[in-house]
């Protein structure tokens, strides 16, 4: 995972100059017009997404080297594999935002949308409150009905032309109110025996759960660096208003960068249901601020144009390990929250960092 | 000089401009324009800001949409709703600020919307992606590859990129496409000049191009024919091969008098007092500028885009990160590295960008002229709202602006109301001891200009010093005591312009380009 920072990462490398003895202009002083400070700052913005990358993961790594030689329990390889399964639903979320934050849009409907796919889950699979039995196919509905979440978002966003802060925040409101009714004051047990599994059946020393979790960032990465709506949502976070000269429907792909985003959302909520046991209204709590804040520390700038799924894996990695750590170094859960608070601002100064004075306004 | 025509081609253009008028608010930035493409041909179009350039090539590719007028490709009219549209009928631009995408590759770019085979049942096939885009870099020899992310080549490498994304029109409309070129010069180094040119010779083997440069050597040098624009007008159509850049200067500043039109009788002389004196004023895109303004002196500076001078005047407003030099503002050295330290020590910047960076258009006439020094009408941390009020009432009536009261909000006033009120911002103060004005009368009908220039010959009369960018070279002349000239980065001139006595803009144009 460390190297590959992106999809076009064997294509990084600079080019020989086809200019024979040409300096670089913006560089070499000469006449620096506005194109030329434009130069300037791509060069800036990729080595900044190198030295972000490579700082997100010297990050990860002293996190575990502290944690392991203040804790022995640390160390072991038993902690591994709970690190993993801990890892297993956020990298999911994280995947899926990762889409929305390429965009350089931003997406605070998780709570909702997984509250909603929670409750739909445990009451289309075998459950103690009706008679449904649907297994794989009820799972398969619940993912598309994430999806349908994020389309609508994104068609909200596109069409009406809302900021997707605001259509997001709203969709959240409108995913728990979804779940509060479908919850109906009886909470309906899981009884689907092969979703309970995900949690509880272990293969190779890995819950299943992890196992499809590893499988959904994979397919990520994939959608990310193989389709048009990967490539064209890293392109529209790049410069939107390029994209859409150059004749690309860009509406229709960033509502359809918000689909695939809630459907992983939808994963994982059949994936926290499996955990938990039963339905849960409030499965999602939390899970945005999480699951933004491992994609910036991972890089994704929310700026768009910058990061990846790859990138996400190691801010969900080091937000993981981080919360292991201190629970078996003894720091209460409360305080938990509030260091987690003060990593993803010193996370975001970090990325921001050597573009700084270009942001100019920030709002 | 010669306004020579040549015999008409046996061959009909391939792009004709009939008559196109168009009009934006207190400017008629295209006046019955008539001109026309031939194939396989490089047309060099040149002119003064403002003689409608930029408007002609956003015309051409449907980001302006004519008043009046038609454009004519392969002899059928066409009204061209976007670049997307003007790209299927064959026209492509390289825009001088560039027009790709920084964090995809160069053949994603290359291909942009148009991947056809490279994408196959919604997948990309990077292999037959580079290998499409490949075509487009052979057509100009370009050694770039097409799979390099496009932020990691330099400026001179992503020009070439663009014209190959031009180029691959001539895939989707099955004719030889019309490239046009924008200011492609303006940033390269002398070397990547020769061998733009070089790719330009090459592409007129396929392609049609308008070549658009301020610097006339280049535009005689490449091209077929040019083309002199003035106020919207084709004046003149020249063979470069029978005129020098002298002729060309005198086709571009035209002989029109300047009149009463910019108070030339209220220049009064500058005091003695040296009021700003910079030396060695290093920053991106100027180099080593030294110079001094005297209180009460207007001083001009001229240049044509990307000589340096936008960055030197906000580079002494602080806008500008990094500069450096050793300036003094009344003997007292002044820092750099703010906006607030410069207005701190009493230094006024009017941006040329009045919308963006001039007004807060949602909010009022009031705010927008207190906006800078709050401070004075403030009782203790609060606003005083009478005290505010009656200094904008004094204001508004001193200037005459016309607006229905002072808490209109500022946006629905007209643009040259708006900018006296901009000016008005920095005149309350009256600590105010340099204004900075980057092109005041952008955008402004004729009357409004003239009130600008009054309102500067008052602030120069009352022992300000102001350093003035102009949109032309006329105006710059008019209203200075002496006229600094840049190009690239570097002063060039410092020419003495006292009432009666005015340079002769030739001079300039000559140390300009």
């Known amino acids: 995972m460390a190297g590959d920072t992106a999809p076009h990462a064997p294509t990084r490398t600079l080019e020989p100059a086809p200019l024979a003895g040409a300096p670089a202009p913006g560089a070499g002083g000469g006449n620096g017009d506005a194109p030329a400070a434009t130069s300037g700052r791509a060069r800036a913005t990729r080595s900044a997404d190198v030295v972000q990358t490579r700082a997100s993961l010297i990050a990860l790594a002293v996190l575990v080297v502290v944690f392991a030689a203040i804790s022995p329990q640390f160390r072991t390889a038993g902690n591994l594999q709970q ?14 935002i990762t889409f929305v934050l390429m965009l350089g849009a931003i997406d605070l409907s998780l709570p909702g949308v997984i509250g909603a796919c929670a409750m739909t889950v445990s009451l289309l699979v075998a459950n103690s409150r009706n008679t449904q039995d649907l297994g794989l196919l009820g799972i398969a509905l619940t993912i598309l009905l994430g999806a349908a979440f994020g389309l609508l978002s994104g068609v909200l966003s596109t069409r009406l032309r809302i900021p997707t802060f605001m259509t997001t925040l709203g969709m959240s409101a409108i995913g728990l109110g979804i779940a509060t009714i479908l919850f109906a004051g009886v909470r309906p047990v899981v009884l689907d025996e092969s ?4 949690a509880s059946h272990r293969i190779a020393g890995f819950t299943v759960m992890s196992l499809i979790a590893v499988a959904a960032v994979a397919l990520g990465w994939a959608i990310q660096r193989w389709t048009r709506i990967g490539r064209y949502a890293a392109a529209i976070g790049g410069a939107e208003d390029i994209v859409l000269l150059s004749g690309v429907p860009v509406a229709r792909y960033k509502t359809l960068a918000f689909g695939v985003a809630g459907a992983f959302y939808g994963l994982g909520a059949v994936m926290l249901t499996a955990r938990l046991g039963s339905g849960v209204v409030e499965a999602g709590a939390g899970t945005d601020f999480a699951a933004i804040t491992a994609a910036v520390i991972g890089g994704t700038l929310l ?3 910058r990061g990846g799924v790859l990138q996400s894996m190691i801010g969900v990695l080091a937000l993981t390990v981080l919360a292991n750590g201190l629970i078996l170094t003894g720091v209460s859960p409360y305080v938990q929250q509030a260091v987690q608070g003060v990593i993803v601002v010193l996370a975001v100064a970090v990325a921001t960092w050597p573009v700084r004075r270009r942001l100019g306004v920030v709002k | 000089m010669s306004n020579h025509v040549r015999p008409a081609a046996a061959t009909s253009p391939v792009l004709a401009v009939r008559g196109l008028t168009k009009r934006y608010p207190g400017v008629l930035a295209l006046d019955g324009m008539d001109l026309e493409v031939r194939p396989r041909e490089v047309v060099g179009l040149i002119g003064e800001n403002g003689a409608g350039k930029s408007t002609l090539l956003k015309s051409l590719v449907g980001l302006a949409q004519p008043d009046s007028g ?4 392969r002899g059928e009219e ?26 995809i590759t160069v053949a994603e770019n290359i291909l942009l919307g148009a991947e056809g085979s490279g994408v196959r049942g919604g997948l990309f096939r990077w292999r037959r992606m580079a290998e499409l885009a490949q075509v487009q870099l052979d057509k100009i020899g370009s050694t770039v590859s097409a799979r390099a992310r496009t932020d990691s080549l330099t400026f001179a490498q992503r020009q070439m990129v663009e014209v190959a994304k031009v180029l691959a029109l001539e895939e989707r409309t099955a004719h030889e496409p019309v490239v046009l070129l924008d200011e492609p010069t303006s940033v390269l180094e002398r070397e990547e000049v020769e061998t733009l040119f070089a790719q330009v010779r090459r592409l007129r083997e396929r392609a049609s191009v308008v070549f658009v440069s301020h610097r006339l050597d280049e535009v005689l040098e490449i091209s077929d024919r040019v083309y002199v624009l003035r106020n919207g007008r084709v004046v003149a159509e020249v063979d470069p091969a029978e005129v020098d850049a002298t002729d060309l200067h005198h086709l571009l500043i035209g002989r029109e008098s300047t009149g009463s039109h910019y108070h030339d009788d209220a220049q009064q002389q500058p005091a003695a007092d040296v009021r700003l004196s910079v030396r060695d004023l290093q920053t991106a895109g100027c180099t080593q500028a030294s110079f001094e303004i005297r209180a009460g002196e207007v001083l001009g ?27 003094l503002l009344d003997g007292k050295p002044l820092r750099l590295d703010s906006p607030r330290a410069a207005v701190l020590a009493g230094v006024g910047y009017v941006p040329s960008e009045r919308r963006t960076e001039g007004v807060v258009s949602s909010m009022s006439v009031t705010e927008n002229m207190s906006m800078a020094h709050v401070g004075t009408v403030c009782r203790g941390p609060v606003i005083d709202g009478r005290r505010e009020r009656a200094l904008v009432d004094t204001w508004v009536r001193r200037l005459g602006i016309r607006t229905p009261s002072g808490d209109t909000a500022i946006g629905t006033l007209s643009g040259g109301n708006q900018q006296k009120v901009v000016l008005a911002r920095w005149m ?4 105010l001891r340099l204004l900075i004005l980057d092109h005041p009368t952008r955008g402004l009908d004729v009357g409004a200009k003239s009130e600008v220039y009054e309102l500067i010959r008052e602030l120069a009369g009352s022992g300000c010093a102001v350093l003035l960018l102009s949109d032309t070279l ?21 020419l003495d312009a006292p009432r009666g006595g005015k340079p002769d803009p030739v001079a300039i144009m000559e140390a300009m380009v």
Not at chain 1, 195 to 198: D, K, R, S
Not at chain 2, 301 to 323: I, K, M, Y
């Open chain 2, 428 to 431: 309350v103060s009256e600590q």
């Open chain 2, 70 to 73: 038609s454009i004519v490709v």
């Open chain 1, 195 to 198: 979703l309970g599994a995900w």
């Open chain 2, 474 to 494: 006329e105006e710059a002349l008019a209203m200075s005591h002496r006229v600094l000239v840049m190009k690239d980065g570097r002063i060039t001139a410092c």
């Open chain 2, 301 to 327: 500076v001229a240049g044509v885009q990307g000589s340096g001078r936008e960055e030197l005047c906000r580079a002494l407003f602080g806008a500008v990160p990094g500069a450096r030099g050793e300036v």
């Open chain 1, 303 to 305: 700026s768009g144009g």
């Open chain 1, 83 to 96: 690190i993993i399964d801990a890892a297993a639903v956020l990298a999911v979320l994280a995947t899926g």
């Open chain 2, 78 to 103: 066409v009204r061209l709703r976007g670049v997307a549209h003007a790209a299927s009928v064959g026209i492509g631009m390289v825009f001088q600020e560039q027009s790709l995408v920084p964090n």
